[in-house]
Structure formats: structure tokens, C-alpha cells
């Protein structure tokens, strides 16, 4: 089945270090990855949608400038968490949809665990 | 404000319970997917509901979408301590492919 790979599982660091979180699909072509943040025993917050070739398309409130997003190929997406903080620490996820399956669900990734110091 | 409504969000019950999750809107939704989510992983799929009405079971599982598609509820029949974790559903617009999530719904079974 379709697999969406998220790497690193885990990271730790100091705060004001910027973090890269990738997101890639194994076996198909996603024109759109989405990135959520969850904090503990709480829903998928959505922060971002990610465009291949183009801007990403935040939800309001979510700063572009800190959580910045590249889509430069169609298997994968990046999020960067710029000059991190510890009110950064949360887990993140991101999702892709196969382009040529519009009609089928979204597929997730593992998620990232990120825990600023 | 909360576009599905996800209810309850905590449930503690003994093993062999049954029980009943619910989400409700005021959209309609193209289609609807429930997950389950285990700490420190990503969501897993159980099920994707189309149509208005629709039944579908997965073992001690029934999911049904209501038929105006504004709604859906998760019936676990004999709860059993693996079927302990974050229940959520997500609805789709259809508009961009975004997904609206509800609150979940952490299940805890008791041996």
C-alpha cells in the first residue's frame, strides 16, 4: 500500500537551532503534502498545505516565516522550524494524497517528535 | 469554531463495554475517514464513508455515515484493551483536499 516516510522520527536540540522535518512518498506522486502539529492526547492541527512547484498555503495564525515549507519534487515535501523555541516542542505530521487517486484518502507519516531544550 | 464536533473526547470503560463515538457538523462532507492513533505514531485508516447512509464493519467495528452526510458515528461492540488509543475523524470537502479533523476521542479499555 501506499507508504509516506517521515524523517527524523525523533530530534532533540537546543533552542535557536532551525530543524528540517521531511516528508516522502515511497510508492506515489503527490502534488499536495499536508504538515499538522498535535500536541499531547489532542487532534491534527492543520498548519500548512504544501504545492509542488509552488508557495505553500498556510492556516491562519501559523507564521510562514518560522515553520517554512518546500515542495521542489513530487515525493517530497520539507518543513523547517526556524530558530526554535521551546513552545515549538510538539509532534508533526504530514500527510500526501496520490495525485492520480484524488478520490482516495490522504496517507500519513509516522510523525516527528521535536523537543526544543 | 470547531467544524466537526467530536464527542466524547475521553472515555474510560472496562473490557467487553460497548461503546459509541461520535461527529457531528453543520457541513457536508464528501466523504469521511475515521483513524486510530497509538502515542508517538501516525494516524492508521480504519475506514473512509461515501455515500449518505452507508454502514460499514471492520470486526467489532461500525462505522455509519449519516445520511445527509453531515455525520458519522463509531460503535465498538466488546471493547477489548488493544482497542485502547485516539480515535479521530476527519471529514473532506472536497475543496483543496484539506481534511477537517474533530477533537478526538481518547479510549482507554480496562482489563
Known amino acids: 500500500g501506499a507508504v509516506v516516510s517521515q524523517h527524523p522520527s525523533w530530534v532533540i536540540c537546543k533552542s535557536g537551532t532551525s530543524v528540517k522535518i521531511e516528508c516522502r512518498s515511497l510508492?506515489?506522486?503527490?502534488?499536495?503534502m499536508f504538515w499538522y502539529r498535535q500536541f499531547p492526547k489532542q487532534s491534527l492541527m492543520l498548519m500548512a498545505t504544501s504545492n509542488e512547484g509552488s508557495k505553500a498555503t498556510y492556516e491562519q495564525g501559523v507564521e510562514k516565516d518560522k515553520f517554512l515549507i518546500n515542495h521542489a519534487s513530487l515525493t517530497l515535501s520539507t518543513l523547517t522550524v526556524t530558530s526554535a523555541h521551546p513552545e515549538d516542542s510538539s509532534f508533526y505530521i504530514c500527510?500526501?494524497?496520490?495525485?492520480?487517486?484524488?478520490?482516495?484518502?490522504?496517507?500519513f507519516g509516522d510523525g516527528t517528535r521535536l523537543s526544543i531544550l | 469554531t470547531q467544524l466537526l464536533e467530536q464527542s466524547p473526547q475521553f472515555l474510560s470503560i472496562q473490557e467487553g463495554e460497548n461503546l459509541t463515538v461520535y461527529c457531528n457538523s453543520s457541513s457536508v462532507f464528501s466523504s469521511l475517514q475515521w483513524y486510530r492513533q497509538e502515542p508517538g505514531e501516525g494516524p492508521v485508516l480504519l475506514v473512509t464513508v461515501v455515500t449518505g447512509g452507508e454502514v460499514k464493519k471492520l470486526k467489532r467495528l461500525t462505522f455509519q455515515f449519516g445520511d445527509a452526510r453531515k455525520d458519522s458515528s463509531l460503535h465498538i461492540t466488546a471493547a477489548q484493551p488493544g482497542d485502547t488509543g485516539l480515535y479521530l475523524c476527519?471529514?473532506?470537502?472536497?475543496?483543496?483536499?484539506?481534511?477537517?479533523f474533530g477533537q478526538g476521542t481518547e479510549l482507554s479499555v480496562k482489563p
Open positions: 500527510s500526501a494524497r496520490d495525485r492520480t487517486r484524488s478520490n482516495q484518502p490522504q496517507h
Open positions: 476527519a471529514g473532506d470537502r472536497g475543496k483543496g483536499g484539506k481534511l477537517i
Open positions: 510508492d506515489f506522486q503527490a502534488t499536495t
